[in-house]
């Protein structure tokens, strides 16, 4: 059972760090989309939102870098945890005022046609499963192939997992 659960922290880890990755892959190399993204939500100031805009991208694939790793994979699942929560609260406050806006969490960004739908709901419920991964992840060790256990970065209730051992130590 615990090589299971060593599996289901990996495929954790991977889901929301290749997410992130991407996510800030596609933003880095369009920062004004990303900053007229940020703006869309109306939720801070012209100067937060443009320094949010180009900051984001950045951390957002440095995240997903260390998760992909496990390398410090519970305070990166911290990070993109908290992530997806100001993401949820952008997401509803948006729909809550009646915004028509493109989320930009994967490029884009901006205002939509009033014949498209934001899709709001489908961008809540992936990122409530972002941060369920996120919740997985800073609950158990950082399972199978993740540097902190390489390393020795793991918590001390689950200091006798092994890099490519289970939560108990122990081999396939």
């Known amino acids: 059972m615990g090589t299971a659960l060593s599996w289901v922290t990996t495929v954790a880890r991977l889901v929301l760090g290749v997410?992130?990755?991407?996510?800030?892959?596609?933003?880095?190399?369009?920062?004004?989309?990303?900053?007229?993204?940020?703006?869309?939500y109306q939720l801070l100031p012209d100067t937060a939102?443009?320094?949010?805009?180009h900051?984001?991208?950045?951390?957002?694939?440095?995240?997903?870098?260390?998760?992909v790793l496990g390398l410090l994979a519970r305070p990166s699942a911290v990070v993109g945890g908290l992530l997806?929560?100001?993401?949820?609260?952008?997401?509803?406050?948006?729909?809550?005022?009646?915004?028509?806006?493109?989320?930009?969490?994967?490029?884009?960004?901006?205002?939509?046609g009033a014949d498209q739908d934001p899709g709001?709901?489908?961008?809540?419920?992936?990122?409530?499963?972002?941060?369920l991964c996120a919740a997985w992840i800073i609950y158990k060790p950082p399972g199978r192939?993740?540097?902190?256990?390489?390393l020795g970065l793991t918590g001390s209730r689950d200091a006798d997992a092994s890099f490519v051992g289970d939560e108990d130590g122990e081999t396939d």
């Open 49 to 53: 939102a443009t320094f949010v805009g």
């Open 19 to 40: 997410s992130l990755f991407v996510a800030g892959a596609i933003k880095i190399g369009a920062p004004a989309v990303s900053v007229q993204a940020v703006k869309a």
């Open 84 to 112: 997806m929560v100001a993401f949820i609260i952008g997401i509803s406050s948006a729909w809550a005022r009646g915004l028509r806006i493109d989320c930009g969490c994967f490029g884009g960004g901006g205002t939509v």
């Open 145 to 150: 192939l993740a540097m902190d256990s390489a």
């Open 55 to 67: 900051g984001l991208p950045i951390v957002e694939m440095i995240v997903g870098v260390l998760l």
């Open 120 to 131: 709001y709901i489908w961008e809540l419920l992936r990122d409530a499963g972002y941060l």
